[in-house]
């Protein structure tokens, strides 16, 4: 219920965010353009940092905006476009393979099933998501100087580290409680053993 209202809140929000500079400048709409440089980088609208702005992406709008298609996302070319597309649709793919959407959307649910108290559930679930915000808020503070390539490097190990360790702490307890199993057995069947062999022999009546 909450996440479905924040969603329409952003979905209300989005109607009035500007247009990118860019899109703005190929549809010949230059002064809103300028508008929105000046209120994004807060600079006055007639500075010279605003004509700068607008006069590179004009021509990078001169030189790309022609070839630019939707084919093109297909291609590998100068751009390497297919190649972003699939860093892109990849990391996608293996957070939701991760289970993150599922611990986000679920934790509360999760929570209770192992076991713990309703409000303790929503406090560790409200305490995960806080801790992913507060993650989130890492690379806004970092990305101008350590680069969008070496974060997403960096991330990328942490995450398959994380994963290989959660896997081989799977397999060690799955491992512990087959030992654990076939010592049960084992020892059932020894004392069994064991019993039946110190038994007294059955007593026959004289005849």
């Not at 209300?12 to 860019?22: D, H, L, M, N, V």
């Not at 010279?48 to 006069?55: A, G, M, N, P, R």
Request: contains cysteine.
């Amino acid at each position: 219920m909450t996440t479905g209202i924040l969603s329409l809140i952003v979905v209300a929000f989005t109607f009035a965010f500007p247009e990118s500079p860019r899109w703005l400048a190929l549809k010949g709409r230059y002064d809103e353009a300028r508008q929105v440089i000046a209120i994004i980088d807060d600079v006055e609208v007639d500075s010279e940092h605003v004509d700068f702005i607008l006069t590179s992406i004009t021509s990078m709008n001169e030189v790309y905006a022609e070839k630019a298609s939707f084919s093109s996302l297909f291609k590998y070319g100068r751009e390497k476009m297919v190649y972003r597309l699939l860093i892109a649709s990849a990391t996608q793919l293996y957070s939701t393979m991760s289970g993150s959407a599922l611990i986000t959307y679920y934790a509360e649910t999760l929570f209770t099933t192992v076991g713990l108290s309703h409000n303790m559930s929503k406090i560790l679930g409200a305490s995960d998501l806080t801790f992913k915000l507060l993650c989130c808020a890492i690379p806004f503070f970092l990305i101008e100087r350590a680069g969008r390539r070496r974060l997403l490097m960096i991330s990328g190990a942490g995450m398959s580290i994380c994963m290989v360790s959660q896997q081989s702490q799977l397999h060690l307890w799955s491992a512990f409680l087959l030992y654990s199993l076939l010592h049960s057995i084992l020892s059932s069947v020894f004392r069994l053993t064991k019993d039946t062999a110190t038994a007294s022999p059955p007593r026959y009546a004289d005849h």
